[in-house]
């Protein structure tokens, strides 16, 4: 099997928990980077990596890193990379770019360049003149940071965050991958009650589920190397059935969801089917005013609102006021919050103990976190 150069896609602020997950994966080569995690991995390594990875945003092979301020020297190095390597004759290779901080700045222009000199590579390979791009899909991202130049081959296709379970999202939708985030680092374990009071369509709840039974979140997705040949069948089987290996399905949990939302319950309800979760996870109309629980040190994880994508100010406020109340009443247990609402700390009469900045799309926000007493080692709810 070959060496290869990969790069892990993230969100600003998990690139460390993206790091920890491959570590854990067993490739210990690593490099972190704004929005990004680089490691050396085989092919094997690159399946299981669209498979078991949580938090990252998608899976790149690094062709090729070089400096550029001109776009002369952009087409020359791009073309002396050694694309036949991955591209059949029959390949599809769109181009898609991003430049920051560059002399070349422009984008459409560096997409366009990129693309003819690998045509032109192509060319000298194949002995053609033009191709019909009617095979499988090799998405190609050119990347430039300070003149320096970043061609990657995308693996995944569909962005991670997308497991398979939820086709249809309610308003202001939590991804996947910053919901797993959230549960990681709230560092909830399965034998603990989670309780989510804005559990909208279920992501963090679901989410949890999976971390709680070992489950690989893409266990049951499909990526577009799986059209590659250079990517055996064979190694996506073995990582398949080492997922399935690995799933603790008999581990009991007790997650709870909770939304004054009909729709969103819905929505919610159909993920936990698609999931193949609706024995494990409790879902329920009900105000966060109205919130209770019979458990002891258990943990709420959850993204109330802002008052900026839904609702106003003054209305999430109030929301933060009854889930201070709510959080009060429950003595030992722990908060964990993502939220944009500057100092939330003022409605729950506690100082945060943990502060972290994350990024819900493109919006700033913070995850603060608010921990309970631990529990006596025979006394786990």
């Known amino acids: 099997m070959a060496k290869l150069e990969l790069i892990a896609a993230t969100a600003f602020g998990l690139e460390s928990l993206v ?9 210990d080569q690593i490099k972190v980077e704004n929005g990004r995690v680089m490691y050396t991995a085989n092919e094997e390594g690159l399946c299981r990596s669209n498979i078991w990875l949580r938090c990252a945003e998608r899976i790149g092979i690094k062709i090729g890193e070089f ?113 797993a985030a959230m549960v990681i680092l709230s560092h909830w374990k399965a034998d603990r009650v ?54 603790q399905r008999e581990i009991p949990l007790s997650i709870y969801g909770s939304d004054i939302n009909s729709d969103a319950l819905r929505l919610a309800r159909l993920n936990l089917k698609e999931a193949d979760l609706e024995d494990k996870i409790y879902f329920q109309k009900l105000p966060v005013r109205e919130v209770r629980s019979r458990f002891r040190y258990g943990h709420i994880i959850t993204n109330p609102p802002y008052g900026q994508r839904l609702g106003s100010l ?27 609402l500057p100092r939330p700390e003022r409605f729950l009469n506690k100082r945060w103990d943990k502060s972290r900045k994350l990024y819900n799309g493109r919006l700033e926000c913070h995850y603060y976190q608010f921990f309970g007493p631990r529990p006596p080692k025979k006394d786990l709810q």
């Open 314 to 340: 003054e209305q999430a406020e109030e929301v933060y006021k009854e889930l201070g109340e709510v959080y009060t009443s429950l003595e030992d247990w722990s908060l964990h919050m993502l939220t944009a």
């Open 194 to 247: 989670l309780l989510d009071p804005f559990c909208g369509t279920g992501t963090i709840p679901i989410e949890a589920a999976f971390i709680g039974q070992n489950r690989a979140p893409g266990m049951k997705r499909s990526f577009i190397s799986e059209q590659w040949p250079n990517i055996k069948q064979s190694y996506w089987e073995k990582a398949r059935e080492e997922a399935l290996d690995l799933w």
């Open 19 to 27: 790091a920890k997950e491959v570590k854990n994966l067993g490739y």
């Open 67 to 179: 400096s550029a301020r001109s776009f002369e020297e952009l087409f020359q190095q791009t073309k002396a990379l050694p694309w036949e390597e991955w591209l059949p004759i029959d390949a599809c290779f769109p181009v898609t770019g991003k430049s920051v901080r560059s002399q070349l700045f422009s984008v459409p222009d560096c997409q366009a360049i990129v693309k003819k000199a690998i045509v032109e590579r192509l060319k000298d390979v194949y002995g053609l003149n033009w191709f019909e791009e009617t095979g499988s899909l090799y998405a190609i991202q050119v990347s430039i940071l300070k003149d320096v130049v970043t061609l990657t081959l995308d693996t995944s296709g569909k962005g991670l965050h997308k497991r398979g379970y939820r086709e249809l999202a309610g308003e202001a939708p939590l991804k996947e991958t910053l919901a």
